[in-house]
């Protein structure tokens, strides 16, 4: 059964930090991209950073580059997203997502998502 569980999302002041968590199970966590996503109430869920499963290359939102980390660890079956110097703006659900094409058939699996909050 697969499996993707989110965790370390809360409340913060603007300026603080989070660091979130994505524990995967049931597939070969190693052969997929990573991503997280985002959507706050009344828009559209957006891509914030990825990480590929072979050369590790990464890929940020311009809102975010400079700012969040994304980063994986295959011996652990995780992914993780470093935010610093949040904002306000960034209040949203944070969604963990795998992907990978194999054969012409894409394969992608979510978690339920974590609710960040940047407010004082």
């Known amino acids: 059964q697969v499996q993707l569980v989110e965790s370390g999302g809360g409340l913060v002041q603007p300026g603080g930090s989070l660091r979130l968590s994505c524990a995967a199970s049931?597939?070969?966590?190693?052969?997929?991209?990573m991503r997280w996503y985002r959507q706050a109430p009344g828009k559209e869920r957006e891509l914030v950073a990825e990480?590929?499963?072979?050369?590790?290359?990464?890929n940020y939102a311009v809102s975010v580059k400079g700012r969040f980390t994304i980063s994986r660890d295959n011996a652990k079956n995780t992914v993780y997203l470093q935010m610093n110097s949040l904002k306000p703006e960034d209040t949203a659900v944070y969604y963990c997502?795998?992907?990978?094409?194999?054969?012409?058939?894409?394969?992608?699996?979510w978690g339920q998502g974590t609710q960040v909050t940047v407010s004082s």
């Open positions: 997502n795998a992907g990978r094409l194999r054969s012409g058939i894409a394969f992608t699996y």
């Open positions: 049931g597939f070969t966590f190693s052969s997929y991209a």
């Open positions: 990480i590929t499963s072979g050369d590790y290359s990464t």
